[in-house]
C-alpha cells in the first residue's frame, strides 16, 4: 500500500506561481513513476505530468514550458512548480504513484487562480 500526502495549494493571482509537493510512502519511492493530475469541476481528470524512476518527464501541451515536475528520492518527494498561472488551470491537483503495476493516489490540493 502507498500512501500519498498533497500539499502546497491556494489562491493565487494569474500570473503568479505555486509549488506542490507529494510525499510518499514506502522504501521502494526511487522506483515507483510518479504523475501529477488535475480535475476542473465538471471535467474529466487529465493528465499534468509525469516522471519515471530515471527522471524522465513528460507534459501536457497545456501546461508544456509553464509547470515543472521533478523528484527528490531522498525525502520520498514529488514536486510540481506552477509558473504564469492562468484561470484555466484552477482544479484539484492530484499526486498518482504507480508500483509495480497498480495505481496510487492521494486526496487532492485544491488550485485556484483568481482575481
Known amino acids: 500500500q502507498v500512501q500519498l500526502v498533497e500539499s502546497g495549494g491556494g489562491l493565487v493571482q494569474p500570473g503568479g506561481s505555486l509549488r506542490l509537493s507529494c510525499a510518499a510512502s514506502g522504501t521502494r519511492f526511487s522506483l515507483y513513476v510518479m504523475g501529477w493530475y488535475r480535475q476542473a469541476p465538471g471535467k474529466q481528470r487529465e493528465l499534468v505530468a509525469t516522471i519515471t524512476s530515471g527522471g524522465s518527464t513528460n507534459y501536457a501541451d497545456s501546461v508544456k514550458g509553464r509547470f515543472t515536475i521533478s523528484r527528490d528520492n531522498a525525502k520520498n518527494t514529488v514536486y510540481l512548480q506552477m509558473n504564469s498561472l492562468k484561470p484555466e488551470d484552477t482544479a484539484v491537483y492530484y499526486c498518482?504513484?504507480?508500483?509495480?503495476?497498480?495505481?496510487?493516489w492521494g486526496q487532492g490540493t485544491q488550485v485556484t487562480v483568481s482575481s
Open positions: 498518482k504513484a504507480r508500483w509495480p503495476t497498480l495505481d496510487y
